[in-house]
């Protein structure tokens, strides 16, 4: 029995290590949404650059107003539906499609257990898997998931529609898309639900825990602070595509590869990629064609 087990032993570690291999390229996920010149939700997707794309925003909800999408350009609220079949396209092509919520303008906030509840079911049935609506804003395709990008207004309540987003049936993906500075002002309360798929924190436009003039020292602290603090599926380092994308943080490509990336990878578990803002100008700068051989 002894050498009959050597040579599938000997099979398990090699398959073992491929496994571990695999797991540990990280991915790219990538906002879309927000400027027309940056095309199609498709060809975002067919890129074959990007295992999330983050439509962005749903940045009206809330205090009893209806939800409004905000997708610039792409099409005015309540004319989306044709999105549906750009989603079916990537939906195939295996990249994942959320909804964003909130953004760095819009109308939004949760005022009560009650507001917070009616929002998830809204979203369940108008995005996500549910059947309750007639007429969902982006068709009959379902999303995978919903990511909180909260930037204003306060964070009441937003634990409470993580809860009730993951109690719904089928699996969506929860995700967030807070600020380096711990704990974020907006989300720190929800992520500390430990709900979350995948958290993409945003190290730009945040002097002080981001990358600034060559020195990475206080993205690593933020970075072991967020993945020792929250419990997560797994975060990302949220980076500007191109230095016109933010005022500040922007990461040349080959110091992200041959410093950032190997330095916030050697801090342990959680690692599960980069997110970028946004396709606009990651189209302008081809920065994930630069970099995903080595994310
Ligand atoms: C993006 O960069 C990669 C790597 O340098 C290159 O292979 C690819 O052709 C570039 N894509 C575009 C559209 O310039």
Redesign the pocket.
């Known amino acids: 029995m002894a050498t009959n087990l050597k040579w599938p032993s000997v099979l398990g570690l090699l398959v073992v290590a491929g496994m571990v291999g695999v797991a540990s390229a990280g991915n790219i996920a990538v906002y879309w949404g927000q400027n027309v010149n940056e095309g199609t939700l498709a060809d975002a997707c067919s890129s074959g650059n990007y295992a999330y794309v983050i439509i962005s925003f749903l940045s009206t909800f809330g205090n009893g107003q209806a939800p409004v999408l905000n997708l610039a350009g792409h099409c005015n609220p309540g004319e989306c539906a044709g999105l549906a079949s750009d989603i079916q396209s990537c939906k195939s092509q295996g990249v994942r499609v959320l909804l964003s919520l909130g953004g760095g303008g819009g109308n939004y906030g949760l005022s009560s257990t009650d507001d917070a509840n009616s929002l998830a079911d809204y979203l369940w049935d108008n995005f996500l898997g549910g059947t309750g609506s007639s007429s969902r804003p982006l068709g009959d395709a379902a999303l995978d998931g919903i990511d909180l990008d909260i930037e204003n207004g306060n964070s009441a309540h937003y634990d409470e529609l993580a809860s009730a987003l993951k109690a719904k049936d089928g699996g969506a993906l929860l995700t967030a898309a807070p600020q380096c500075h711990y704990p974020d002002e907006w989300l720190g309360p929800a992520l500390q639900t430990g709900l979350f798929d995948a958290v993409w924190v945003q190290f730009y436009n945040n002097p002080g825990c981001a990358y600034a003039g060559g020195d990475d020292a206080n993205l690593v602290a933020a970075w072991r602070t967020w993945t020792g603090g929250v419990r997560a599926g797994s975060f990302y380092l949220g980076l500007p595509a191109s230095a016109e994308a933010a005022g500040s943080g922007y990461i040349a490509p080959g110091d992200l590869t041959g410093t950032v990336l190997p330095a916030i990878q050697g801090v342990g578990g959680g690692y599960g990629g980069i997110m970028l803002w946004s396709r606009y100008y990651d189209v302008l700068n081809?920065y994930s064609?630069?970099v995903k051989?080595s994310v």
Do not use: F
């Open positions: 081809n064609g630069q051989g």
